[in-house]
């Protein structure tokens, strides 16, 4: 037998006020109105629904059960209310996002979790790689967002709203001993061992030509990798020297973990943005992030 949702939630307002004429005026709706509803349903299930002979009318067992189920359909009517809210509103929803490892494993992985406290119904999926993947997976629709240097991204399809300007320096471990050396020289980083990064990586080239511009063009690499964590643990724990992005590092340095050695040359300006399709419409909840994003850069 199908029943009128709208029934079962008349008569749920009605066995709640106890009064007809209550549950008329809290449905905006009039008294013949709710008794009509009530008496197409008695004759929908061949019972009544309330015990006339008593003031207030009495609901019956009948109405009671017919009652609590109109109470459910009005908590789900509700609930994906405040969902549509919360959607249109941007605090509900999939936010997709892909950037660098060490942005991703150092900054912004502080910038979500600030975010998420705020909008705990958001679900935001980040993916770490690289610029040209990143810059695949935004045309494919793998990725509402890449956070990454947009200088290295050339793509009529994608628009940048820029963040920062990124600053690369010689990173160490605390109390290295090149940070005791008045004047550094090339000699003393091509002497040094190195930490390299993977060559798909955009810090290879950046760390390339900053040596160059200091002089050197050949290091002893020793270990290469495209984990932030695996390399930044081993820079701390040993001698050997890396070129990073200062924005990924703040926290190891406010903490007193690592020391960052300025070569004082002059750097290829290399900005941080936020990448998006332009032909594709972002969400609200795409848009809160972006929001989010631009004000903890401000």
Known sequence: MKVDPRHLLQLAEIVEAQSFSEAAARLHTSQPALSRTVSYLEKRFGMKLFDRSTKPASPTE???K???SGRHIRAATNHAENIGGQLLSGQYGIVRVGS???????QLSYIIADFLKLNPEIRLIL???YVPELHSKLLDDRLD???APFELIDDG?????KLSDLNHQLVCRKNHPLTQEPSLTPVHLESAKWISHIHSSGLHNITKNILQSFGVNEIDVVFESGSASALLRVVQESDFLTILPIHAVEQLLDAGAIDVIDLGVEQQTISLGIITHQRRDTSPAVRNFIGFLQQAFA
Request: aromatic fraction near 8%; proline fraction near 8%.
């Open 100 to 106: 660098p490892s060490f942005f991703c494993d150092n």
């Open 157 to 161: 399809l994608l628009q940048v709203s």
């Open 66 to 68: 017919l009652a609590e």
């Open 62 to 64: 009948l109405a009671l």
């Open 145 to 147: 967002i890449a956070i």
């Open 127 to 129: 993916s770490p790689d």
